[in-house]
């Protein structure tokens, strides 16, 4: 058999968690089947991968033109047959911005196309802050790839229900639930004194204090993660406490521009607001995980939510608000907290009342740093849970038979 992967985000271009989730479930397919993995960005050295830049004629064009650009190079693409190789017999398609090359590669190929439901376009609709009309085309090209898809794979059970609301043309015997998975070796609590040793330098360096309980945020500054509400919440946490904000790549200058005053705010009343705009390296994530007290991911939108699979397999319990996917992996009371949240059903996930949201979310991360012997039970428990539920090679394993359900082998 072999499989056209098609992605934006793929190694060494990763910052969300689509990308996580190709890099992850390529490494398990390859075991058993051949892949083929057609990126966004510069062409890759990795074999069996290729990667596509935007047209030279559409540089600087509406960014979801540009997208439609480089997924016509990938239809090309997926049509080649390499000397002595087989032609497609399936393409799979994640996110949006790789939704149409499937469509397309389907249609001119005549194989079946599977899609994953990372995120969904009518439950963000921030994003036309970013692209203006071109938010109406993305909205359109995953609509179009959806309603025609042979099988869509929604990341939660969470994630699915939202698929046959916002698009209840999609049959739903056709809408399987996959979760994300984990690296559980490469998510994991520096073992050994060495090793110890060189995490807690490398804390130190980026202006933590080892010593002192910490509250851990990772994300992008966007809409969906809440990031405005957690500022608000951790005002009511203890002196001693300090807040981790491991947050970059934000949507717009508006979003930045409203983070930056919170986080000015909050540090003109307390110390110990540590604030690391720069992606980093896997090593030192987990270095920064390690030290935390708990992990908090004050999403409004949230699908399942790898960061807090990556929290969890070094260790660290989860502060979540209690949407989408997140209930699926955080087991309330058991390896973390969930923050209950009623929200407005407009597609923006806004609490319908926000103060009760941030009260609510201050009193869980309170509870959480209250007792620390109880938050390192927790994570022991969560990193457990990871073990048990999120490894890529189940993951990998559920994704090969809906392949095999769809092609009928």
């Known amino acids: 058999m072999r499989v056209d992967l098609v992605t934006r985000e793929y190694p060494p271009h990763v910052y969300g968690g689509a990308g996580v989730h190709v890099a992850g479930l390529t490494a398990v397919l390859r075991e058993h089947v051949d892949v083929r993995v057609h990126a966004f960005d510069t062409p890759r050295e990795e074999p069996g991968t290729y990667g596509y830049a935007v047209p030279a004629e559409l540089a600087g064009a509406n960014a979801a033109l540009a997208t439609l650009g480089v997924d016509l190079g990938v239809v090309e693409g997926i049509g080649r047959v390499d000397a002595g190789g087989a032609p497609t017999d399936l393409v799979h398609s994640h996110t949006w911005y790789a939704n149409m090359a499937g469509h397309l590669a389907a249609l001119l190929h005549d194989v079946p196309h599977v899609l994953t439901a990372h995120s969904l376009e009518p439950l963000r609709p921030w994003k036309a802050e970013q692209l203006g009309g071109g938010y109406r085309l993305s909205s359109w090209v995953e609509r179009t790839a959806y309603e025609a898809a042979a099988a869509v794979i929604a990341v939660s059970a969470g994630m699915r229900e939202d698929i046959l609301r916002a698009y209840p043309a999609v049959d739903p015997a056709r809408v399987r639930v996959v979760h994300n998975g984990i690296d559980l070796d490469g998510w994991r609590r520096p073992v050994g004194d060495e090793a110890a040793a060189h995490a807690r330098t490398v804390v130190e360096r980026l202006g933590i204090d080892p010593d002192r309980p910490a509250v851990v945020f990772v994300g992008r500054i966007t809409r969906q993660k809440g990031l405005p509400y957690l500022l608000r919440a951790v005002r009511a946490l203890p002196a001693d406490v300090q807040l981790v904000l491991c947050a970059g790549a934000p949507d717009t200058p508006e979003i930045l521009a409203e983070v930056t005053g919170l986080v000015e705010e909050l540090r003109a009343h307390r110390q110990g607001v540590v604030w690391i705009e720069q992606m980093l390296p896997r090593a030192e994530l987990v270095a920064v995980l390690a030290h935390g007290t ?34 699926e992996v955080v087991d309330d009371g058991t390896t973390g907290w969930l923050v209950p949240i009623d929200q407005v059903q407009d597609g923006t996930g806004t609490p319908v009342d926000p103060e009760a949201f941030v009260a609510d979310l201050g009193a869980a991360l309170v509870d959480a740093v209250a007792d620390t012997d109880r938050a390192a039970r927790f994570g022991l428990a969560a990193r457990r849970r990871v073990e048990d539920h999120f490894s890529w090679e189940a993951i990998g394993l559920r994704t090969l038979e809906v392949y095999r359900q769809v092609l009928g082998a």
Not at 304 to 322: C, D, F, K, Q, R
């Open 294 to 327: 708990v992990f908090v991911c004050p999403s409004v939108y949230e699908p399942l939510g790898i960061v807090n699979l990556e929290a969890m397999a070094v260790g660290v319990p989860v502060v979540g608000t209690a949407t989408g996917g997140i209930p």
